[in-house]
């Protein structure tokens, strides 16, 4: 079995603001960059290593990847396949407004049509997307440990392919927390979940503003 450490990015301005990412390139915020290290400082006390870390090419992952690889010392390798899925026309809007601009799509979405998101990525086709970049480097790594740092939507459709969970809403997984750690064992023929969500490292500070509260929609994914 592959151990793979499915790591979210940091926080950034437009999570707190509660606004759709998808594919927009913005950078971790100070309490992001906060989380980061705290992870890092996590990993590196327990004695985690990693063959690989593999990062989305979207700043939020990659500034987060490479404060655990300097941490552990282990270079981090930009995978564009670990991006978020692709918002099109709703990125930097929020649900609210998505809602209020985009009234017949969002309805469809949510009676479980899984359309092109702002005409940008299907649920189905960001699943595909991220399942073959994973399988790939497992291939690459068989019975090793893997780091991917990418972001909750790509998280929770890794989830799904694991349980065999093909409805197009996420609302049976948690909200994936910023920094948090959800944890496959992939062989050739089976995926095992062994650990959702995992903000250990942030709750042990006690400091409520770094553990990110779910969004009000958190069926949909958390970018």
């Known amino acids: ?79 564009p396949a670990l991006r978020e899925i692709d918002t099109g026309r709703w990125s930097g809007l929020t649900t609210d407004e998505v809602r209020t601009q985009f009234p017949d799509e969002w309805a469809q979405i949510m009676q479980g049509h899984d359309l092109p998101r702002g005409g940008g990525e299907t649920v189905a086709a960001l699943r595909q997307r991220v399942v073959t970049a994973v399988e790939a480097m497992v291939a690459q790594h068989r019975g090793q440990t893997l780091a991917f740092v990418t972001h909750g939507g790509c998280v929770r459709a890794l989830l799904a392919h694991a349980e065999n969970f093909h409805d197009t809403h996420f609302g049976r997984y948690p909200h994936i927390g910023n920094t948090s750690i959800t944890i496959l064992e992939i062989g050739y023929k089976h995926w095992r979940v062994k650990a959702v969500n995992d903000m250990k490292h942030l709750e042990a500070e006690h400091v409520p503003e770094l553990v990110s509260a779910p969004p009000d929609d958190a069926e949909l994914p958390s970018q």
């Open 1 to 79: 079995m592959t151990t793979v450490y499915l790591i979210r990015h940091g926080e950034t301005d437009w999570n707190m603001q509660g606004r759709w990412q998808g594919h927009a390139d913005i950078p971790l915020n100070e309490i992001g960059y906060r989380q980061a290290r705290l992870l890092a400082n996590r990993l590196a006390r327990e004695g985690v290593t990693f063959a690989a870390i593999y990062s989305s090419d979207l700043s939020r992952a990659y500034q987060t990847a490479w404060e655990i690889g300097a941490v552990l010392k282990v270079p981090v390798q930009l995978l």
